[in-house]
């Protein structure tokens, strides 16, 4: 059976509290008491949550990404390019866009 990826709300429902309470855990605020702050991030430790990028970016209305454009998408040598280029971008915390342009320039 597949594991599956534990959501804020997995979060804030287990912790009892609101998903606004997670996300101020999350990012450091000081709008938490220390002990609702310990018992969120416990919760998120059981759970090993953590936050969607994608999410975090569209709530910020900022994205991080980066690019790559290639000629041709087949073949074994553009598949290990794209691979790796998609890992160090996950790295950096980046989502990337891929392009072929399949000979049309």
């Known amino acids: 059976m597949a594991r599956t ?9 287990r912790a ?4 606004a309470t997670v996300s101020r855990v999350q990012a450091g605020h000081r ?3 220390p002990a ?3 018992r969120v991030r416990q919760v998120i430790d059981e759970l090993d949550y953590r ?3 994608s999410a975090r970016a569209l709530a ?6 980066t690019g790559i454009v290639f ?3 087949s073949g074994p040598y553009y598949s290990e390019v794209i691979l790796g ?3 160090r971008a996950s790295e950096a915390g980046q989502s990337v866009f891929i392009l072929g342009t399949h000979g049309r320039g």
């Open 5 to 13: 990826t534990p959501t804020i709300y997995q979060v804030a429902r």
């Open 16 to 19: 009892g509290v609101s998903i």
């Open 31 to 33: 709008a938490v008491t």
């Open 36 to 38: 609702t702050r310990a």
């Open 51 to 53: 936050p969607s990028r």
């Open 60 to 65: 910020g209305q900022a994205h991080d990404a």
């Open 71 to 73: 000629p041709d998408l």
């Open 85 to 87: 280029y998609e890992e």
